[in-house]
């Protein structure tokens, strides 16, 4: 059978007054990316041909955030959610297909999931409309589904139900999908007769029943269709979605020796027997290689660990940062456009940045690179097995050959070649009993006040 083709419809309007924020409410991040971004990822695995994003307030930023990557269509005024629906009919004119209705603060609804709404509205009874319902803890606030079976009988929102339906626990998460024929000829016959005097997207399923045509629900887990209205609600869906990555990291081979106290993003990518003490915080772009070990209280961003490398405790790595098989970050060293090769060491207090450390390379603490001069970054290299000694300024751009060794307090302003020892400081001189006449003379003048 041929797959028909698909559109999404993203809700989107809200003004999102709860959230006390300039920034617009689906585009607050879960786990460093936008709500709104993880609900198009899983429906960009559907491969649709249009997506339709219904916006209102704040339709300058989501049109930034969104560039080319699907339509806006403004809701304008706000007159309920069966309203904002159709405004998308302008945008999919001509389209005959499958749609599906989804909420941008409600951003973790899995593609498999969207996949089971799409297969049983092509089931052999031929729903007119699927409804993702689900079972909360506590339902008080949600719209109810009344049904036989997985065949609605009724929809009826929270403050319109009755005693008995309020009393009926499968909720309506207010996803759906229907064909494109059936959708819009459909809310062309809704309503505002109701508490909120508002067109409610649900009264499509009671018109279609009227017609003598069944609607049918799929089932999911609340954790899937949870919303975010306020910072607390967006605080525990980001509580709710790291707790299930660790659980989902450990049962793939991660030992986190303090799950509650690390955080992934979206996209962290860790290999099998990788170790994370205590307070480590991942942001976005970040693959670990096998056998890795990330010690306490560290952060890192935009980076590629090599297998079986060590990092910190206390490091900080900065977006560009590609350690090799065995490089060690120790402890309070920074990297940001660092390449180390195989085996490379900057055991603690350095900060490498628009760097190349060769294979086998050895950077002492307190070493700088010296990469920006106000106006141009630029770039140091450090050969393969070079050493350099504590607390040296590498002045960029500035290549220190294989092999050589840079004397500890050195500032190296040109190039050094291979085995080549640099030393750049200043000549030392000692002057015998100097600091016991200092002494004398400082003690005097403090007595004689």
């Not at 709104?36 to 339709?59: E, N, Y």
């Not at 940062?321 to 456009?337: D, P, R, S, Y």
Request: aromatic share 4%.
């Amino acid at each position: 059978m041929t797959t028909p083709p698909l559109a999404a419809i993203i809700l989107a309007a809200g003004k999102g007054t709860r959230m006390q924020s300039d920034l617009h409410k689906v585009l607050h991040p879960i786990a460093g990316q936008p709500m709104l971004m993880h609900l198009m990822a899983s429906v960009d695995a559907l491969a649709p041909a249009h997506q339709v994003v219904i916006v209102g307030a704040g339709r300058d930023q989501l049109a930034a955030a969104l560039g080319d990557r699907a339509t806006l269509a403004v809701q304008e005024p706000q007159l309920g959610t069966g309203h904002a629906v159709q405004q998308a009919q302008g945008p999919l004119a001509g389209f005959s297909g499958d749609v599906l209705i989804l909420y941008g603060d409600v951003p973790l609804v899995r593609a498999a999931t969207m996949q089971r709404m799409l297969d049983r509205l092509h089931a052999d009874d031929a729903p007119a409309i699927v409804v993702l319902g689900f079972e909360p803890h506590d339902t008080l606030r949600y719209g109810r589904v009344i049904a036989d079976g997985d065949r609605i009988t009724k929809m009826v929102e929270h403050k319109d139900a009755t005693a008995a339906e309020r009393a009926v626990r499968l909720c309506n998460s207010g996803l759906m999908a229907a064909r494109s024929d059936d959708l819009f000829a459909l809310l062309a016959r809704v309503g505002n007769d109701n508490a909120a005097g508002e067109y409610y997207l649900v009264d499509i399923v009671n018109i279609a029943a009227a017609d003598g045509r069944a609607s049918a629900v799929v089932i999911t887990d609340p954790h899937e269709v949870a919303g975010v209205n306020s910072r607390a609600e967006l605080a525990a869906m980001e509580g709710d979605w790291q707790a299930r990555r660790r659980a989902a990291a450990m049962a793939a081979g991660v030992t986190l020796i303090a799950p509650d106290t690390v955080w992934f993003a979206h996209d962290t990518v860790l290999g099998r027997d990788v170790t994370i003490e205590p307070n480590v915080l991942f942001g976005p772009g970040v693959t670990v290689g096998d056998r890795v070990t990330i010690r306490a209280n560290c952060h890192i961003e935009g980076a590629v660990i090599g297998e079986a490398c060590e990092v910190g405790p206390f490091a900080r790595l900065r977006p560009g940062t590609v350690l090799g098989e065995k490089a060690k970050i120790g402890n309070f060293v920074e990297t940001k456009k660092a390449v180390l090769g195989a085996g490379a060491k900057a055991n603690h207090l350095t900060y490498l940045g628009d760097a190349t450390v060769g294979a086998g390379a050895n950077v002492g603490a307190g070493t700088i690179t010296c990469n920006y001069d106000g106006f141009f970054k630029y770039q140091t290299v450090i050969g393969d097995g070079a050493f350099i000694g504590s607390n040296s300024a590498l002045v960029a751009p500035v290549a220190i050959g294989a092999g050589a060794i840079v004397g500890a307090g050195s500032v190296v302003t040109a190039d050094v070649a291979p085995d080549a020892l640099a030393l750049a400081r200043g000549a030392q001189t000692a002057k015998p009993g100097w600091a016991k006449r200092f002494r004398d003379v400082m003690i005097a003048k403090k007595n004689n006040k």
